[in-house]
């Protein structure tokens, strides 16, 4: 196991990029988002994401340089195209734009397509909170990447589809809640892959509907698949991916999932801003929501039960544990940022 500073990480991560030929706002930008992904926890889009985005770069499928193209505007609504450049980019610029028009609106709605990979949908709740609004915000992949069979399917037909609400207010300033709609992220699989580990019981299926812990079993062909969120009852979250997949592409313009999908290019996602202002307004939004968390961590607690874990409560910790001692990267996939940095001829 290896650990860096934040900064560490950032001025790795970012000298990789400029050298694949990344400009000096895409650097910047993927960099901070990948970083701040493994600061919060959510190493599935971290670091770990950089070969791939190099690799998409060098065959021309992740397109540096592109920016957000505006395919047709209102005054609450936009409809964009990410030219498949890079998500962080694409993604940001739509959500501050979304942002401005929610000031004067209320509410404004967002869809972009042919983006490459977005990262953490969280990065963008967050966008809007400190801003004072509210945003729900799901995405797809496109049509493409499936990984996720229907309850009793052996084969694998939507992605891991993530949905993301954000409200301002409460004791920490916001509450953000980021999952997908599956037992874990793609990227936590992989990450174990990488690492040669074994996964945890729950996560995924073989090709012949079996539970398995071996992670290689999701990539094999024919493939295994994720497990729908939802146990017993996992029905709930593959529904809530098939209303996501059809939402996430049906107003983006981009493909829904389908047989003989594509290779794997980015994502399609839908962004809904709200201004509390324009609505019951921000005062009395942010006092209901703190006499809300007021209320629900006085329940009385379980024997053994330390704290009410509420969402973005797991992210706040390890975002502190890891400020203050620094994040851990496999040997895994440190190895694969110490090969990209020799193909590149990069000294890190």
Not at 53 to 72: A, E, T, V
Not at 90 to 107: F, H, P, Q, S
Not at 118 to 131: D, K, N
Not at 165 to 175: D, L, Q, S, T, Y
Request: charged letters at 20%; hydrophobic letters at 40%; aromatic letters at 6%.
């Amino acid at each position: 196991m290896h650990v860096f500073s934040e900064e560490e990480l950032q001025q790795i991560t970012s000298r990789l990029l400029l050298a694949a030929g990344a400009d000096e706002e895409e650097a910047t930008t993927v960099s901070r988002s990948l970083v701040e992904a493994n600061l919060y926890g959510h190493d599935s889009h971290g670091v770990m994401r950089l070969p791939f985005y190099i690799d998409r770069m060098q065959q021309g499928i992740l397109k540096q340089g592109s920016r957000l193209q505006i395919l047709n505007e209102t005054p609450s609504a936009i409809l964009a195209d990410g030219g498949w450049g890079f998500g962080q980019v694409v993604a940001r610029d739509l959500v501050n734009r979304l942002i401005k028009k929610a000031e004067t609106v209320g509410v404004a709605s967002g869809s972009l397509k042919q983006s490459a990979h977005i990262g953490r949908l969280g990065e963008y709740a967050e966008m809007a909170t400190e801003a004072g609004m509210i945003a729900l915000i799901c995405a797809n992949n496109h049509g493409a990447i499936q990984r996720v069979a229907p309850v009793g399917g052996k084969r694998p037909r939507l992605g891991t589809n993530p949905l993301c609400i954000g409200v301002p207010g409460g004791e920490h300033g916001a509450f953000v809640l980021d999952f997908g709609t599956s037992a874990t992220a793609e990227g936590k699989v992989r990450v174990k892959k990488i690492a040669g580990e074994q996964i945890p019981d729950g996560w995924i299926l073989d090709s012949n509907g079996e539970p398995t812990n071996d992670p290689n079993k999701l990539y094999e062909d024919p493939p295994g698949s994720i497990l729908p969120m939802g146990g017993l009852q996992a029905y709930k979250g593959f529904g809530l991916a098939f209303m996501i997949e059809m939402i996430a592409s049906g107003l983006a313009g981009a493909p829904c999932a389908q047989p003989d999908a594509p290779s794997p290019l980015g994502n399609a996602a839908w962004f809904l801003v709200i201004s509390p202002e324009k609505m019951a307004g921000s005062d009395h939004l942010v006092q209901e929501v703190r006499q809300l968390e007021e209320y629900v961590r006085s329940v009385p607690k379980i024997d053994g039960v330390d704290k009410i874990t509420l969402p973005g409560d797991p992210e706040r910790r390890i975002h502190a544990e890891r400020k203050a001692n620094g994040i851990p990267i496999d040997d895994g996939n440190w190895k694969a940022m110490l090969d990209l940095a020799e193909k590149l001829n990069v000294k890190i």
